[in-house]
């Protein structure tokens, strides 16, 4: 069976910075696509950062310069280090994956596994 938990979520201030985890267990995704998604009430699942089994990356253009994702493939955790924090990332961050490859992406309906999510709560 398949498992994603985040964790690595909190509450911080504008400027700060927050690393999150997703663990993954019951397979693994060395040669799929993973990623980073979020999403606040009322508004559709946004994806925020993806990596493939090939290491491309893709970034939304909302985050790009403050987010990192990287991957441990040996410890089959997935990290998005977010720095420059602001109140507009304020989610639920959910964690992603697919043990099919494909290209780096965005699409969240190209991946099968979701985590639960984690809270990340940027103030002012």
């Known amino acids: 069976q398949v498992q994603l938990v985040e964790s690595g979520g909190l509450s911080v201030q504008a400027g700060g910075s927050l690393r999150l985890s997703c663990a993954a267990s019951g397979s693994t995704f060395n040669e799929g696509c993973m990623g980073w998604f979020r999403q606040t009430p009322g508004k559709e699942r946004e994806g925020v950062a993806s990596?493939?089994?090939?290491?491309?990356?893709l970034y939304a253009d909302s985050v790009k310069g403050r987010f990192t994702i990287s991957k441990d493939n040996a410890k089959n955790i997935l990290y998005l280090q977010m720095t420059n924090l602001t109140p507009e990332d304020t989610a639920l961050y959910y964690c992603a994956a697919s043990s099919v490859w494909f290209r780096a992406t965005l699409e969240s309906r190209l991946y099968k596994y979701w985590g639960q999510g984690t809270q990340v709560t940027v103030s002012s």
């Open positions: 990596i493939d089994g090939d290491g491309t990356i």
